[in-house]
């Protein structure tokens, strides 16, 4: 419905998904906390705030948490590794780390986000990786622009008081990011999963 929230049906649920992303700094997630907690003390039955521990930054989608692939996950997964991995290896091999810069908190229907700026490092990945491999039909493409999701929506509401007590949040940090791993969810948006293999970047 317009201008009201989207509720999030997998909130600390069981899915098995694969892909790459990377974690926040527990700094940096601390200053974040601060935020969640404002959000969730304001609006205790809408607001579901992502664990410290599952704040990450998503690169690109293997395969979704959200779609069904009328197969097994893991099994796909393990079919199509060697190509995911060869193809991630060469295109991170000469890539150095990258900082973010964070400074903007948005609201839209489906959570409520941070939004960085880089060098252009992450798009030039998901543009490599896109002309590298074709993923199976479905899997969600790569976002367009650099953010983490700080909640969720556990019921719906109207928009427009969340976006008005959002926009009065001020964040500023860098995100030093070092490496990127490839992770396999447990428990949606990261609360439990299974680190499967960390891409280190140069110094």
């Known amino acids: 419905m317009e201008g009201k929230t989207v509720i999030s049906e997998f909130i600390e649920k069981p899915v098995q998904s694969f892909f790459v992303n990377a974690g926040l700094s527990d700094e940096n997630a601390q200053q974040?906390?601060?935020?969640?907690?404002?959000?969730?003390?304001?609006?205790p039955d809408v607001i579901w705030a992502s664990p410290r521990n599952a704040l990450h930054i998503t690169l690109v989608d293997l395969l979704s948490a959200r779609v069904d692939y009328n197969a097994d996950k893991l099994q796909l997964f393990q079919s199509h590794f060697n190509e995911y991995d060869a193809a991630l290896q060469d295109i991170l091999k000469d890539q150095h780390a990258i900082e973010v810069k964070f400074s903007q908190v948005k609201t839209t229907p489906e959570a409520i986000i941070i939004v960085g700026e880089d060098n252009g490092s992450f798009a030039r990945i998901r543009n490599a990786f896109s002309e590298r491999v074709q993923l199976l039909s479905g899997t969600k493409p790569a976002p367009q622009i650099i953010h983490s999701s700080l909640c969720r929506y556990k019921q719906q509401a109207d928009l427009e008081p969340i976006q008005e007590f959002v926009s009065k949040q001020r964040i500023s940090f860098t995100e030093h990011i070092n490496s990127f791993r490839l992770t396999r969810e447990v428990v949606w948006s990261l609360v439990q999963f299974e680190l499967v293999k960390k891409y280190k970047l140069k110094a």
């Open 32 to 43: 974040l906390s601060l935020v969640q907690d404002e959000l969730v003390q304001v609006l």
